[in-house]
């Protein structure tokens, strides 16, 4: 059983940073891709950065490329994403979702992941 709970999250002013984590507690063996999604209220949820696959391909949406890195953590049970450069148009309730093995449809894609935590909420202001 997969259980996802991110940390992180809160308000900050434009031009602010902050650091998303996501640790799975029922970890048993590396993920084939672990990723962060994000949904602003009213909109649908959208990938914002991933990691997959046995190299670790990365992937970032385009509104982020440039300032949001994502990493995992040593013991691939932990994932990361440092968001600098903030703006308005990022606030949303961030997603941390992994997936093991199944159906891969992109990382950018939701249907390609069967785990999801609880969201946690990120705020900038102007």
């Known amino acids: 059983q997969v259980q996802l709970t991110e940390s992180g999250g809160g308000s900050v002013q434009a031009g602010g940073s902050l650091r998303l984590s996501c640790v799975n507690s029922?970890?048993?063996?590396?993920?084939?891709?672990m990723a962060w999604f994000r949904q602003p209220p009213g909109q649908v949820r959208e990938g914002v950065a991933a990691?997959?696959?046995?190299?670790?391909?990365?992937y970032y949406g385009d509104s982020v490329k440039g300032r949001f890195t994502v990493s995992r953590g040593k013991t691939n049970n932990t994932l990361y994403l440092q968001m600098n450069s903030l703006k308005p148009e990022d606030t949303a309730t961030y997603f941390c979702?992994?997936?093991?093995?199944?159906?891969?449809?992109?990382?950018?894609?939701?249907?390609?992941?069967?785990?999801w935590g609880q969201g946690t909420q990120v705020t900038v202001s102007s």
């Open positions: 979702a992994a997936q093991y093995a199944g159906a891969w449809y992109g990382p950018s894609d939701p249907d390609s992941f069967s785990y």
């Open positions: 029922e970890y048993t063996y590396p993920m084939y891709a």
């Open positions: 990691i997959y696959g046995g190299e670790d391909i990365t």
